[in-house]
């Protein structure tokens, strides 16, 4: 196991300093490709390069690392200059004022200024549900904070965040009990495409099959299994874990810093069931992540059918998948046509964001 920490565009290295069954593992999960961009800069933008870059040998020449995860077809790619940035930023004060700025939103007053579902409300300690207006799918919910900024959290606070979104389920299913697919999922800010400042996550339960995305991973822990004989999840955390890139806390709580990330910062946890431990982790990540300048996220949870089904959920956990959206202040989308299409670009290393989360 590597345990120093290190930079992503020595991984071609630090693979080949593995032993021998930890080198197969991870040529069965990753596929590493490099190359090296090259350019002739006119000496009118010298001083340019050399003020943003540092010199002018770091652009001229440029490692490009493509990380290819062979059994989800994720994949990213990862420059040495853009990952070798700092890690840690500022909360910007125009974001700070802004967020106390949209105070007076109908989230404020939920049970007034938003439609309830057909079996009234649910009330947490720190939320309330009400019923999403315009839907993307026949059950969505919203679980609305009493605290209006988003980035203001607590171990409590997260904790009741998910059990209101459960709760709301249960009531949901009551009334159509075909809908056994939940999902969760949190966008903070406007730059994570939330499009009301006031804190809040979102709940849908859906019918027939489970979201694509989930589904397809689920299919392929299931066929993973079949051909290697192992929990996918389980290899998943022992190839990270070997680099250095992985962490485990109490009650079965795993967490990487992902390889194939969907962009910046990307860290996955996962227990065997939703439930306290895997709120603390959250919490965990939220506060590095908040330590980190992150403004804005986007945080989704996949579970198991809260009813029995067809396929094999035998092996499947609890999974949290949580982004870094960029800085709210910047106008630029951090997701263009190579993220829908293609790889996504990343400018943040896993190996810092592993550090950082690891830290006490």
């Known amino acids: 196991m590597i345990t120093q920490i290190r930079s992503i565009s020595e991984l071609e290295q630090m693979r080949n300093q593995l032993n021998a069954?930890?080198?197969?593992?991870?040529?069965?999960y990753f596929r590493i490709d490099t190359t090296i961009g090259k350019l002739k800069a006119p000496e009118t933008?010298?001083?340019?390069?050399?003020?943003?870059?540092?010199?002018?040998?770091?652009?001229a020449e440029q490692k490009i690392v493509k990380v290819t995860n062979l059994q989800t077809m994720e994949g990213a790619l990862f420059n040495e200059i853009r990952a070798s940035r700092p890690m840690e930023c500022k909360m910007s004060e125009e974001i700070t004022q802004l967020i106390e700025n949209s105070q007076g939103d109908p989230f404020c007053a939920p049970e007034t200024g938003t439609p309830a579902d057909l079996f009234g409300r649910v009330q947490g300690r720190h939320s309330i549900t009400a019923s999403n207006i315009a839907k993307y799918d026949g059950d969505h919910?919203?679980?609305?904070?009493?605290?209006?900024?988003?980035?203001?959290?607590?171990?409590?606070?997260?904790?009741?965040y998910f059990e209101t979104g459960l709760e709301w389920a249960k009531k949901a299913r009551e009334l159509e009990p075909e809908s056994k697919y939940y999902f969760f999922m949190w966008n903070c800010l406007w730059k994570s495409g939330a499009s009301i400042i006031h804190g809040h996550a979102q709940m849908t339960m859906t019918q027939g099959?489970?979201?694509?995305?989930?589904?397809?991973?689920?299919?392929?822990?299931?066929?993973?299994?079949?051909?290697?004989?192992?929990?996918?999840f389980a290899d998943l955390f022992k190839v990270h874990q070997s680099l250095g890139l992985a962490w485990e806390w109490q009650c079965g709580v795993k967490g990487i810093s992902y390889l194939t990330p969907i962009?910046?910062?990307?860290?996955?946890?996962?227990?065997?069931?939703?439930?306290?431990?895997?709120?603390?982790?959250?919490?965990?990540?939220?506060?590095?992540?908040?330590?980190?300048?992150?403004?804005?996220?986007?945080?989704?949870?996949?579970?198991?059918?809260?009813?029995?089904?067809?396929?094999?959920?035998?092996?499947?956990?609890?999974?949290?998948r949580i982004v870094d959206r960029g800085d709210p202040n910047n106008k630029t989308a951090d997701f263009g046509a190579m993220e829908l299409y293609a790889a996504s670009v990343i400018s943040s290393d896993p190996f810092k964001v592993a550090e950082k989360i690891m830290q006490e």
Not at 48 to 59: A, P, Q
Not at 144 to 158: A, D, G, M, V, Y
Not at 270 to 281: E, I, M, T, V
Request: with cysteine.
């Open 21 to 28: 069954e930890e080198q197969e593992l991870f040529k069965r």
């Open 45 to 59: 933008m010298h001083g340019w390069i050399i003020k943003n870059f540092g010199s002018l040998e770091r652009v």
């Open 141 to 160: 919910g919203l679980v609305i904070f009493q605290e209006h900024n988003p980035l203001k959290i607590s171990q409590e606070t997260i904790y009741d």
């Open 209 to 232: 099959m489970h979201y694509p995305k989930v589904e397809g991973l689920r299919r392929t822990a299931v066929a993973y299994q079949q051909q290697y004989g192992n929990c996918y």
């Open 263 to 320: 962009k910046e910062k990307e860290v996955l946890l996962w227990a065997p069931k939703a439930g306290s431990p895997l709120y603390r982790g959250v919490f965990h990540v939220l506060q590095k992540y908040l330590e980190m300048g992150v403004a804005s996220f986007n945080l989704a949870l996949y579970l198991p059918p809260l009813a029995e089904t067809e396929e094999d959920w035998s092996n499947f956990p609890a999974v949290v």
